[in-house]
């Protein structure tokens, strides 16, 4: 399967406290978040995979980081802009076709892409999502009547659960979600692209369920030890 992956690494990342990027911060396995990222989507997709990182803050650690693997787009606005723009920028300069994207703090196991690929082989737009309770932090989502995503933020009341960071985007749809980012406001989650595409242009977007597979978005200290406690499971 060739790939385009696009993941989202130009932040601050300032809630974790670390001097580094996020996507830099070790994990217990002795990788760092970046890093396993990038060894799941090469033993999952192999070398065809086209990766390209969205960088922005101390971005000569992230290219050090991920040179042998990767290639880079730059936010230079990443001290004044979100995911909305940074996602902008590697969508307008990826090759053609379908896209998957990730953002760079999000921590999982191996078989989670494995589950997705039926799902990226219908060349259907979807938001990967788990069923669990979450927190008022997490981006959450509700479904319209036929069973699509209908709202997608922080924001959303009685939401369903939690979108937890990784997407993929059909080729046919990328037009009107370019469309729909570059219209968002420059402090805007990429989340607020797909909302309008979704309410303006009848964008339909699929919630996959991967609650079975363990996942984390790295926000905060108890985040993280959470992440490090998927290896420790994985092994044991």
Not at 46 to 54: A, D, I, Q
Not at 68 to 93: G, H, I, M, R, W
Request: aromatic share 6%; charged share 25%; glycine share 8%.
């Amino acid at each position: 399967m060739s790939l385009n992956v696009v993941i989202l690494a130009a932040g601050m990342g300032t809630r974790l406290g670390r001097p580094h990027p996020k996507p830099l911060t070790p994990l217990s396995d002795g990788r760092s978040i970046l890093r396993q990222q990038l060894d799941h989507l090469r033993d999952e997709f192999g070398s065809e995979v086209h990766v390209t990182v969205v960088v922005g803050f101390k971005m000569d650690l992230i290219m050090e980081a991920a040179a042998a693997d990767a290639a880079f787009v730059y936010n230079e606005l990443y001290d004044q802009t979100n995911t909305s723009k940074s996602l902008l920028k590697a969508l307008t300069l990826a090759p053609p076709g379908d896209v998957m994207w990730l953002n760079g703090d999000v921590v999982f196991v191996p078989g989670l892409l494995a589950s997705l690929r039926a799902h990226m082989a219908a060349g259907h737009t979807f938001v990967a999502v788990n069923t669990e309770s979450v927190a008022d932090e997490e981006i959450k989502y509700t479904l319209d009547g036929d069973g699509f995503v209908k709202d997608l933020s922080k924001q959303v009341v009685g939401g369903l659960g939690e979108a937890v960071g990784i997407n993929f985007l059909a080729a046919a749809d990328r037009p009107v979600f370019i469309r729909h980012l570059a219209a968002c406001e420059d402090q805007d989650y990429f989340e607020r692209g797909l909302e309008t595409a979704i309410a303006e242009d009848g964008l339909r977007v699929a919630a996959v369920d991967i609650s079975e597979y363990d996942c984390v978005e790295v926000d905060f200290e108890p985040d993280l030890a959470r992440a490090n406690a998927l290896h420790h499971r994985a092994v044991s």
